[in-house]
């Protein structure tokens, strides 16, 4: 009785999503915009490192695009693989914020007491400090690099999903089903993984896909700003950094405007599948 109602329960869910338009369309943006990072590098043999001694920041031509650079890097190239690394970024360090804020909020909201405190008093000071400029700070001691970038993007995260997974624990806990388990003496173990744990997913999984797109953008700002990901490297913050005289932005479009569209497109669908996802997860909403 209990797998049909979860059965219905799912299809339902689905439903609505499939029916929310705005999701739908930042889907099907997304979904080309991957397959086209992931194919066009093999198909059209782009390579975003190799240096066209022939041509250094030439204009678009049948041969390159989008242009080069000022070192002779195809454009187009380097915009292809710099969407790999902003997303791979945004992605991972989402990733590790969830890795870190569940556990901790699912600890503090189960056990209470001291650990509680503890817990949510650290994500107090955490939120407490300019997230921008500890990320600055954080990269520009640590090093520049993806693997950097990503970790510090994601440890100065963990924070959101603590307070929603503490948030939805208060509420689970008082619940017939967990206070039987617990008066049966279950392991806390047992309790947190097999009741808890999966009735306290539905505000994690909508928060991580805003994450995924706030992780976006602060790579793309820490790039911009040539503290992200640097050169030979590309991702569409440093592509942007390049646009930051007045001749390139108003003669060479070319060289910014792509990476801008994508960003911007990017975000946006995220942030549909992620109202396409809360909205699905209303029981209230109508299929």
């Known amino acids: 009785m209990a797998n049909v109602k979860q059965s219905s329960y799912l299809r339902d869910v689905l439903k609505r999503f499939f029916a929310h338009k705005l999701a739908m369309v930042g889907a099907l943006i997304l979904i080309v915009e991957i397959l086209a990072i992931l194919s066009l590098p093999s198909i059209m043999n782009l390579d975003p490192y190799s240096i066209d001694y022939m041509s250094f920041g030439a204009p678009p031509s049948p041969q390159h695009l989008l242009g080069t650079d000022n070192v002779g890097r195809d454009n187009f190239a380097r915009l292809i693989y710099g969407g790999r690394v902003s997303l791979t970024v945004g992605i991972m360090s989402a990733i590790v914020s969830l890795l870190i804020g569940v556990p901790l909020g699912l600890i503090a909201g189960y056990f209470r007491g001291k650990t509680e405190v503890v817990i949510m008093r650290l994500a107090d000071i955490f939120m407490s400090f300019p997230s921008m400029i500890l990320i600055l700070v954080l990269a520009s001691v640590l090093g520049q690099s993806i693997t950097t970038v990503t970790l510090v993007i994601g440890f100065l995260g963990w924070t959101e999903f603590t307070r929603l997974t503490y948030a939805s624990v208060l509420s689970i806990r008082e619940k017939d089903y967990v206070e039987s388990a617990i008066a049966i003496g279950e392991k806390s173990k047992t309790i947190i993984m097999k009741y808890i744990l999966p009735n306290s997913l539905a505000p994690v999984i909508i928060s991580f896909t805003f994450r995924t797109a706030q992780a976006i953008i602060t790579e793309s700002s820490l790039s911009f700003l040539g503290l992200g990901v640097q050169p030979p490297d590309p991702s569409w913050g440093n592509i942007?950094?390049?646009?930051?005289?007045?001749?390139?932005?108003?003669?060479?479009?070319?060289?910014w405007v792509p990476a801008g569209i994508l960003l911007v497109l990017t975000v946006l669908s995220i942030n549909f599948i992620g109202d396409g996802i809360r909205d699905a997860l209303d029981t209230k909403m109508s299929i």
């Open 240 to 255: 942007l950094y390049y646009a930051q005289s007045i001749s390139v932005l108003s003669n060479q479009l070319y060289l």
